[in-house]
């Protein structure tokens, strides 16, 4: 089942956001005209990707600098070597959905 969490206008081209489905904590990326969710924890100490700095596909955790592919939220460079759980994500009636 898919959730919607916000509007596709309420986040810009190239930005990031926190939101939660369920009760899991989850980081929502606009880039490229696509949206990508994948979860808000980073795999290395579990600090939070919430403020991680998004470039391109690429999240940075603001810890240790660990960087993670939101498309497919593997892990592209370390100190992490797990990747993070990626959520699908369908745009529906103007709001971005994500499935949890
Ligand atoms: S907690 Fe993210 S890189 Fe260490």
Known sequence: MYTPVMSIA??????STLVRVGGVE???????GQFYA????????????AAGR????YLTCPLHG???D???GA????????PIARY???VEGGKVCIQV
């Open 88 to 90: 699908p994500v369908l």
């Open 26 to 32: 989850i980081v929502l990326c606009h880039v490229d």
């Open 75 to 82: 892990c592209a460079a370390a100190p992490a070597t797990q």
């Open 70 to 72: 939101i498309r497919t």
């Open 10 to 15: 309420s986040l810009a081209e190239g930005e």
């Open 38 to 49: 994948v979860n808000a924890r980073c795999s290395h100490a579990q600090q939070s990707l």
């Open 54 to 57: 998004l470039r391109g596909y």
């Open 66 to 68: 660990a960087r993670f």
